[in-house]
């Protein structure tokens, strides 16, 4: 089957532009999206660039064969996004959707007009046309080219089909998660750290869970008497009481840079020294219950046992008190 008086291929190719573009105008998403998109972005963009530049059919002329014509295209189209993005990268529109889609309708649009014009100025029996045979005669003349012909077809099925599946596939960046103490008023200073003896004081203590993954957190709240040995090089700890222990579980919430930052889970936590000294007041996040606390020798737990649940905090956080 042959189309020889009018370009069907570049008449296809601007049917999907225009497709995508009714698509994004009407707000729809998911998979008719994603199907429409992947051929615009990968290769509509190169195939009109390479219809412009080789509008003859192969042969005796300076055409191409149609199967190189798609890997060419698959080629070129990669290359010709990014640097479309690179272009609005410095423009004040940026790289966001809207400016992307229309930049590259416009260049769809250039390139299928020059394609146009100078494949209606070959004569009909150069012009490049597009021809559906079946069977093993249309893959070449020779044995080398019909198993080039497999050859390449096979590669050009297996690289569309990874980059579908690595488009799709959901991406799992770096997992980590925000923990976080400010002042009463919501900023990183003014914390509360000359106090007496039981004297109420606020903090603002937050989370934001960046694992791909729900979690529930468990926090213990310390009292920590330590010292820096210099000459060992290392935190010696002295004692260690708990003052409280809590739960909280939250779902994974993506990192968005283009966005504005917004707290995920906070709490305005009140607390009370009952010693006095310069202590630390150290809040130990777990990503997983943590082990059972042995039982204290006497009011406070010993150094090896505070050494212990500190260093196996998942996150750990800290104000030095002066309580008098």
Known sequence: MRFESHPVDLYACLGISAAVVLTIAAGVSGPARIALGLPFVLFVPGYVFIFALFPEKPGRHRGIESIERVA????????????IGLGLNYTPWGIRLEPIVVSLLIFVTGSSMVGMYRWRRLEPDRRHVVEFQMGWASLGETRLDKALSIALGISIVAAVGALIWAITTPKIG?????????????MADEYPTNLTVNQSATIILGIQNHEYENLTYYIEVWLVNQTWDAQQNRTLYRWGIVLDRFNVTLPSRPVKVDEAWTPQWEMNYTFRIPLPGKNKLAFLLYKEAPPALPSPGGPAYEPDAVRTRVENAYREIHLWVDVS
Not at 74 to 80: T, V
């Open 72 to 83: 060419l295209s698959l080629g070129m189209s990669i290359a010709i996004v990014p640097l």
């Open 174 to 186: 770096e997992r980590f998660t925000e923990f976080y103490l400010l002042g009463p008023g919501g």
